[in-house]
């Protein structure tokens, strides 16, 4: 006969045959036998965590409330995980030797070489050239010096205030 480990969660035990943590304080409780049924189910389902759940009559944080309290369960999980995207990987390398999955093989390329095929990001920066014909730069010009113009205001000390806009080069441009 075999001994359950009592473990400092309240109410939960660790079954001997498994490794599995389970809850003894609920009768519909995630024990055992349904983790053993949920891991097949989630594999078969391509790790669908949503239909699995709903297919179980369970909830998804039921789901994560295992996977942080069960070190089996987690190990378990993960386990189902990377096998998954083992045999994904490996379906996905035979399918780029299909000639006709382009898409495929440059994936797999990116993934195996990124150096050679993988996104180069440039730290340079983009040189931009800009082509302006010689009217375009004269306006350019004259309207530099109108918004580099300077305003003026004369001191208290004289009869009249008056404001002088002058350009860049002192030239009065109040049409006096």
């Known amino acids: 006969m075999s001994h ?3 473990l400092p969660i309240p ?8 490794g599995f943590v389970e809850s003894n304080a609920y009768i ?3 024990d055992a036998e349904k983790k053993k049924q949920f891991l097949s189910l989630f594999k078969s389902n391509g790790l669908g965590l949503y239909r699995t759940c709903r297919q179980l009559g369970m909830s998804v944080s039921t789901i994560h409330k295992h996977y942080q309290i069960d070190p089996e369960f987690k190990r378990q999980f993960d386990d189902v995980r990377q096998e998954y995207v083992d045999e994904l990987e490996a379906m996905s390398r035979t399918n780029a030797l299909n000639p006709k999955s382009v898409i495929e093989r440059i994936f797999q390329l990116k993934a195996l070489l990124p150096s050679k095929y993988g996104d180069q990001k440039s730290s340079a920066p983009t040189q931009i050239n800009v ?3 010689p ?4 306006i350019i010009k004259k309207r530099e010096q109108v918004l580099e113009a300077d305003v003026i205001t ?8 008056s404001t002088v806009l002058s350009d860049s080069n002192g030239h ?5």
């Open 131 to 133: 082509n302006l014909s």
């Open 172 to 176: 009065d441009n109040t049409g006096k």
């Open 4 to 6: 359950t480990q009592r």
């Open 28 to 30: 519909s409780s995630f």
């Open 11 to 18: 109410n939960h035990t660790i079954d001997p045959d498994t």
């Open 154 to 161: 004369s001191t208290p000390s004289l009869a009249t205030e």
């Open 135 to 138: 009217d375009l730069v004269e």
